[in-house]
């Protein structure tokens, strides 16, 4: 009897470990299928998360490239612009200092001893440096482009006066050799060094540098210049002399007039 209590004990307790066992068992099943659902859950977040971060990324990136391109176009503009603000002041400088350069003027004065006498006249407010005056033998405008046509490299040497310095104010002077020629240029370099030309009709043209000064004296055969003399001014006495004998001279012809 006491052995079918045990028994049934024993059974009963074995049917009570099972169904906990089971309820256990059934229970860890929905927290792994809700801890998965969870994770399942957890894990749409991240990749949504994630997903909505690389979009943002890329929407930055984007607007960070649109704007590195358009600092680049302004960059660009602001180059073009500081280039044509350079230009323009260049240009009104070089408007201001051909201004000046037209005031240095040329004429002849008579020819004495077979060379043309020359008159220069510097009113430019600044003295001039590597003055040229060239005697040229044209009928039309002479431009800066069109000199070296009229000295070919191998023909007649120029005639021509040259001076290193000259000052403001008035200068005399005479072509070198016989004039050939029907009108005159003249090429100089202002204070600041830039070099010009003058044209037989008054228009003024830029030469530019020494450089180009150099290369234009190679095209017209006058690779090397020699300075022109300055007339020697005449003394006071000198002066009366050259009056006395100028008022005989014209007393001896009155006189002989009458006699005749």
């Known amino acids: 009897m006491k052995e079918k209590n045990w028994l049934t004990w024993l059974t009963v307790l074995a049917l009570v470990v099972g169904f906990v066992a089971m309820g256990a068992s059934i229970w860890l099943s929905v927290q792994a299928a809700k801890q998965t659902q969870r994770n399942s859950q957890l894990a749409g977040q991240l990749y949504q998360a994630s997903r909505t971060k690389s979009q943002e990324a890329f929407s930055v990136k984007k607007r960070l490239d649109k704007l590195a391109s358009d600092n680049s176009s302004l960059k660009k503009k602001n180059s073009r612009l500081a280039k044509e603000n350079q230009a323009l002041k260049q240009a009104n400088q070089d408007l201001l200092a051909a201004s ?57 040497k120029p005639r021509y006066f040259y001076r290193k310095k000259v000052a403001i104010g008035k200068t005399e002077g005479s072509l070198t050799g016989a004039y050939a020629g029907s009108d005159m240029v003249c090429l100089f370099a202002d204070a600041s060094g830039a070099y010009w030309f003058k044209g037989n009709r008054g228009q003024i043209e830029k030469i530019g540098s020494q450089a180009h000064f150099k290369k234009l004296l190679w095209q017209i055969s006058l690779n090397k210049l020699e300075e022109s003399p300055l007339p020697v001014k005449k003394t006071k006495t000198e002066k009366k002399k050259m009056s006395k004998k100028t008022t005989k001279k014209t007393e001896k012809q009155s006189s002989k007039k009458k006699a005749e």
């Open 100 to 156: 000046a350069a037209a005031g240095l003027n040329v004429w002849e004065t008579e020819e004495k001893s077979g060379k043309l006498q020359l008159e220069i006249d510097n009113q430019t407010g600044q003295a001039v440096s590597d003055l040229l005056v060239l005697a040229v033998a044209a009928s039309g405008r002479v431009t800066l482009n069109s000199l070296p046509s009229y000295f070919p490299v191998g023909g007649a």
